[in-house]
């Protein structure tokens, strides 16, 4: 059975730092893993998602990185902004249809 | 290209009833996912559809149950409602291969009271 877990819980740091959320999983047979924020109430946005092939993927200031081997992913976001507060959220797929999710790290950046 | 869509948006319902909930999702994704999200276990994958067929299935009971129409949209239903079934619901759709990202709908909130 898959399980996540993503640490830390919480996290705050001031504006324009960089910082990094990780996730681990303990089945490394995969297919993908795929980053989301959360707001408060909303549902999930897609951040980034790497397919078990790669090992890393980069949109604007955030990169994912992969590692299969140690079943672990992180989350790299740079010079962090106020908007940036949400709570992060891994999703590990290892079957057509079904991805197990870690419980989240909720940033909070400080102006 | 238009979103997950979830109606309705939020929900308030008395033990004991029951509660149906609907996604549409984007075009041309055949696959929906239904997840309960609370504060105490996290987003809980409840069942998902493919092509009208349920193909994956998580650890919740029989009152739980849904189905997928041959346009692709889904519907959730829950009968016999307990306040435990407090939640947001989110449903997620993909095309439903392998590789394919999931994207979420913003939920219904359904309170039990």
């Known amino acids: 059975k898959q399980e996540v877990t993503q640490i830390p819980a919480a996290l705050s740091v001031p504006e324009g730092e960089n910082l990094v959320l990780n996730c681990s999983f303990t089945?490394?047979?995969?297919?993908?893993l795929q980053w989301f924020r959360q707001d408060p109430g909303k549902g999930l946005t897609s951040l980034l998602l790497?397919?078990?092939?790669?090992r890393e993927q980069t949109s604007g200031r955030l990169n994912a990185s992969l590692d299969k081997s140690s079943g672990r992913s992180t989350l790299y976001i740079a010079a962090s902004q106020p908007g940036d507060s949400a709570t992060y959220l891994c999703?590990?797929?290892?079957?057509?249809?079904?991805?197990?999710f870690g419980d989240g790290t909720t940033l909070t950046v400080k102006p | 290209k238009a979103g997950v869509t979830q109606t309705p948006r939020y929900l308030i319902k008395t033990r004991g009833q029951q509660v149906t909930l609907s996604c549409s999702p984007i075009?041309?994704?055949?696959?929906v996912s239904w997840y309960q999200q609370t504060p105490g276990q996290g987003l809980q994958f409840l069942f998902e559809?493919?092509?009208?067929?349920?193909?994956n299935k998580g650890n919740f009971p029989g009152r739980f149950s849904g189905r997928q129409f041959s346009n692709s949209r889904s519907e959730m239903n829950v009968s016999t409602l307990e306040l435990g079934d407090s939640a947001l619901y989110l449903c997620?759709?993909?095309?439903?291969?392998?590789?394919?990202?999931?994207?979420f709908g913003n939920g219904t909130r359904l309170t039990v009271t």
């Open positions: 997620a759709t993909s095309r439903g291969i392998d590789n394919s990202p999931l994207h």
């Open positions: 089945d490394s047979a995969i297919y993908n």
């Open positions: 790497i397919q078990s092939s790669q």
């Open positions: 999703a590990v797929n290892t079957n057509a249809g079904k991805s197990t």
């Open positions: 075009s041309g994704h055949r696959s």
């Open positions: 559809y493919f092509s009208e067929t349920q193909r």
